[in-house]
């Protein structure tokens, strides 16, 4: 069982000219579809110059808590701050 921080840290993330997103794959629990993890962060992405990391929990996006609901779901808050420019989350990163 991972260990995490428990202060969340908020990020704000713009898209760059060279990514149509902003670098990250986001994954849940196959059987809850909850519990949400940063399941990659591309190299020089903006998710990565912003400090996103591999196994980060994702707390919200958006101003609204994310733990609790379902994958779909917080896609289409991803999709929403994506199509503003302007998608915020909010995560805890996975103690070493």
């Known amino acids: 069982m991972n260990k995490f921080n428990r202060n969340p840290r908020t990020y704000t993330l713009r898209r760059s ?53 379902d994958f779909g779901d917080v896609l289409i808050l991803v999709r929403e701050g994506l199509s503003n420019d302007n998608l915020q989350v909010s995560v805890i990163h996975e103690i070493d």
């Open 17 to 69: 000219d060279s990514y149509d997103g902003v670098g990250m794959s986001i994954s849940a629990d196959s059987d809850t579809r909850t519990n949400h993890i940063i399941r990659d962060v591309e190299e020089g992405s903006p998710a990565a110059r912003a400090g996103l990391r591999k196994n980060d929990r994702l707390i919200s996006v958006n101003g609204v808590n994310v733990e609790n609901i």
